[in-house]
């Protein structure tokens, strides 16, 4: 043990290793200041080069479509379901389903009825 920094209870090799194996090596440092006691600076001479903490990764934001749904409704008041609507505008499925829900939309069925559409009327009904 350095005898400078005898008083952090902790051998060069123990911080060594504590960092090694830390796989947020910035983190790392932080948290091996806080458990010994010593201050950063004192932290990175024990570590030498293997202190020259590479930035981590920035997570990239995860990517959000805008979607055109003006041939989506087209097809929609067509009488074509969400899954023939999506193969014909090249619009993921769910993106579809989201569009058709916040737009207050009932689900076309199969052969191009409205699930829950008054056909008299005209009007929503929940059945």
């Known amino acids: 043990m350095n005898a400078k920094y005898e008083y952090s209870g902790w051998s060069d090799g123990e911080i060594r290793a504590h960092y090694r194996d830390a796989l947020d090596k910035a983190g790392a440092i932080k948290i ?23 930035p981590a990764k920035k997570k990239e934001p995860k990517k ?4 055109d749904y003006t041939d989506a409704r087209k097809f929609y008041d067509a009488g074509l379901t969400d899954t023939q609507i999506s193969e ?11 569009w058709r829900k916040k737009e207050g939309l009932p ?5 191009g009825k409205k699930s829950g559409w008054h056909t008299e009327t005209g009007f929503a009904r929940h059945i």
Do not use: M, P, Q
Not at 32 to 52: H, N, P, S
Not at 64 to 67: A, M, Q, V
């Open 64 to 67: 959000r479509f805008f979607y």
């Open 107 to 111: 689900k076309n069925e199969r052969g």
């Open 32 to 54: 091996l200041c806080d458990l010994t006691l010593l201050a950063e600076e004192e932290i990175r001479v024990i570590l030498g080069d293997a202190a020259d903490v590479v």
């Open 88 to 98: 014909k505008t090249g619009i993921d499925l769910r993106s579809i389903w989201h």
